[in-house]
């Protein structure tokens, strides 16, 4: 007669059973969530500089937009350490067309070029985007206030979202008067909301002063104060207690 076995249970009387996945009488399971929350000081602001210019033709444009971007990259550079990174994005170049009779023709050309600025230093950053917005056909937006990638508040926030997990567990434990016995698991549920490179609501400057103005005074900095930025982490954690007493 052929003995029949469930291919569940292990072959080798060495082998110990597989673990209940909710656990058992005698190693009872708690699950639970920890859960932290920070608000920290930003460690960078970005704000972008659009350049614009226009010329009848596609050389006096691009001569024009060329002098202005380097006149706004001349200026962030003079802030020497206190911008960590310059990027330049779009450059665009457009004819405008306007109707002649039955065809079209360009009536002027019109360029721009987009730069971005990271400043870690706080106190530079209000003159800096006042003189910038007070060049000709320029306009800033920002500050974008964010952490490093790599930033210590992350991994706080993390490690507080464990030890609240367990303190959490122990209560439980407590409350059946026991202890706890192991950890099981401890998952990550990507729970962490790093703030994004352009967050909600951020402060927006813009500024469009075409050419011929003729206030040659400089504008006062603008007081800026760094947006507090807040972090969220959360865990999934899984542990066993000694049975308790019921």
């Known amino acids: 007669m052929t003995n029949l076995q469930d291919p569940t249970t292990p072959t080798d009387p060495?082998?110990?059973?597989?673990a209940a996945p909710y656990g058992t009488p005698d190693a009872p399971r708690i699950a639970v969530r920890?859960?932290?929350h920070l608000e920290v000081d930003p460690e960078i602001a970005r704000i972008t500089v659009t350049v614009g210019a226009r010329g009848k033709d596609r050389r006096?444009?691009?001569?024009?937009?060329t002098r202005r971007n380097t006149a706004v990259l001349d200026l962030v550079k003079t802030y020497g350490n206190a911008v960590e990174r310059l990027e330049t994005g779009a450059f665009s170049i457009t004819p405008e067309l306007t109707r002649h009779g039955r065809g079209e023709r360009v009536r002027?050309?019109?360029?721009?070029?987009?730069t971005t600025a990271?400043?870690?230093?706080f106190t530079a950053l209000g003159e800096l985007v006042t003189r910038l917005a007070d060049h000709d056909l320029t306009s800033v937006e920002g500050p974008w206030w964010t952490l490093r990638p790599d930033s210590p508040a992350h991994r706080d926030v993390r490690q507080k979202a464990v030890r609240e997990a367990v303190?959490?567990?122990r209560e439980y434990a407590e409350a059946l008067g026991t202890t706890l016995h192991a950890l099981v698991e401890l998952a990550d549920i990507g729970a962490e909301n790093t703030p994004p490179a352009h967050p909600q609501h951020?402060?927006?400057m813009r500024s469009m002063s075409y050419a011929g103005a003729t206030?040659?005074?400089?504008?006062a900095p603008l007081d800026l104060e760094p947006q507090r930025q807040r972090l969220h982490a959360s865990v999934n954690a899984r542990f066993t207690i000694r049975p308790p007493r019921l």
């Open 60 to 65: 006096t444009a691009l001569d024009d937009l």
């Open 34 to 36: 920890g859960e932290a």
């Open 202 to 204: 951020p402060g927006r």
């Open 108 to 114: 002027t050309y019109h360029g721009a070029v987009r």
């Open 215 to 219: 206030d040659e005074t400089t504008a």
């Open 14 to 18: 060495d082998t110990p059973p597989p």
């Open 118 to 121: 990271e400043l870690t230093d």
């Open 167 to 169: 303190q959490r567990a």
